[in-house]
């Protein structure tokens, strides 16, 4: 197992196309993890807040529709 520092280190000898391939994954592991976050929050009703926002914003006709 590497430590942060060593890993740093080869990211740091990447040659520009792997490196470019390591940050897209990279990105793409952070929005999975963002992804999850949000649908165990809003399974355990913790955005329920921004439905009952939205839905007063609406009934006080100051919601916009795209």
Not at 15 to 44: H, N, Y
Request: glycine share 4%; net charge negative; proline share 2%.
């Amino acid at each position: 197992m590497f430590d942060v520092a060593e890993i740093k280190a080869a990211i740091e000898k990447l040659p520009e196309s792997d490196f470019v391939q390591l940050r897209k994954w990279f990105w793409e592991k952070d929005w999975q993890k963002w992804d999850r976050q949000i649908e165990v929050d809003s399974d355990a009703g913790k955005l329920d807040f921004l439905i009952e926002e939205a839905f007063d914003e609406k009934s006080k006709g100051q919601l916009k529709e795209f």
